[in-house]
């Protein structure tokens, strides 16, 4: 894909032939080096999608960096507060409305969900229904540069927590629909919430998924020496990730679980 740059040791900057990431400075072991947010648009009007967290300067960077362009709209992946939280301060900065999901994290009367089709300078985003991860969460297809804005569905590094608002049945539906996408799609990128951009996508959607398998199998193992409680199931299958980590493994050992008892 022309235009495809991805820098060394940050995901700033990161961009195809039209996206472009400034990176909000909330790195975290949760969200790697930051929020990507992703400028979509290269003539006078652009689209926004995840402003990240209510950081004052981070959105002034945005604008700042936008200069005369204008913004027609601020899209949300999901409503988590490292995506979301800044999305009405930076509405009133730019005068555009928020589109998401979920209608609590929206400004103004349109909302966004599977199928939808959004444009802007010309460009076409199409709106692809991915829950799992949380139950409002969506990726964007951006056919121009045969690439995907995952969110937190797909990280650039590590992998997706299934959040208490997720679920696990819906996520692996959802790894599988973006992997046949991918592949139908020729995709040549995916452009995710965290961590650098991935140039493989049909590689990186089949780790996802064998992960996730593995992870069940693990869990299936853990159980049967006796570990019954998402704790316990941790200490075990989590046993050499930072401990920091650990209740955040628990959130999706009690997915897995959940997941498990219902097959």
């Not at 040791?9 to 472009?20: L, Y």
């Not at 959802?174 to 592949?183: I, P, V, W």
């Not at 019954?228 to 959130?251: C, N």
């Amino acid at each position: 894909m022309s235009g495809l740059h991805i820098p060394i040791g940050t995901p700033d900057g990161s961009r195809t032939e039209h996206a472009e990431n400034l990176l909000a400075p909330n790195p975290s072991l949760m969200t790697l080096d930051g929020t990507n947010t992703w400028v979509i648009g290269t003539g006078e009007e652009v689209i926004v999608v995840d402003p990240g967290p209510d950081d004052q300067a981070h959105l002034g960077r945005v604008r700042d960096h936008l200069g005369e362009r204008r913004v027609t709209q601020i899209l949300l992946t999901h409503g988590h507060f490292d995506h979301s939280g800044g999305a009405r301060r930076f509405a009133r900065m730019v005068d555009a409305p928020v589109r998401a999901l979920d209608p609590r994290h929206r400004l103004g009367e349109e909302g966004l969900g599977d199928g939808d089709v959004v444009t802007v300078d010309g460009l076409e985003i199409h709106v692809y229904g991915t829950p799992g991860h949380s139950f409002d969460s969506l990726c964007f297809w951006l056919p121009a540069d045969r690439a995907m804005l995952t969110g937190d569905t797909v990280l650039g590094r590590g992998t997706t927590i299934i959040a208490r608002d997720g679920g696990l049945a819906d996520y692996l539906r959802s790894l599988d629909r973006l992997r046949a996408a991918a592949e139908g799609l020729e995709a040549r990128a995916l452009l995710p919430g965290h961590g650098p951009v991935l140039p493989d996508p049909i590689g990186a959607l089949d780790g996802y998924i064998e992960h996730r398998r593995q992870r069940l199998d693990q869990i299936r193992a853990a159980r049967a020496q006796g570990a019954r409680t998402p704790r316990q199931i941790v200490k075990i299958v989590y046993a050499d990730v930072d401990r920091s980590l650990w209740p955040a493994a628990e959130m999706s050992v009690a997915a897995q679980l959940d997941y498990l008892d219902r097959l």
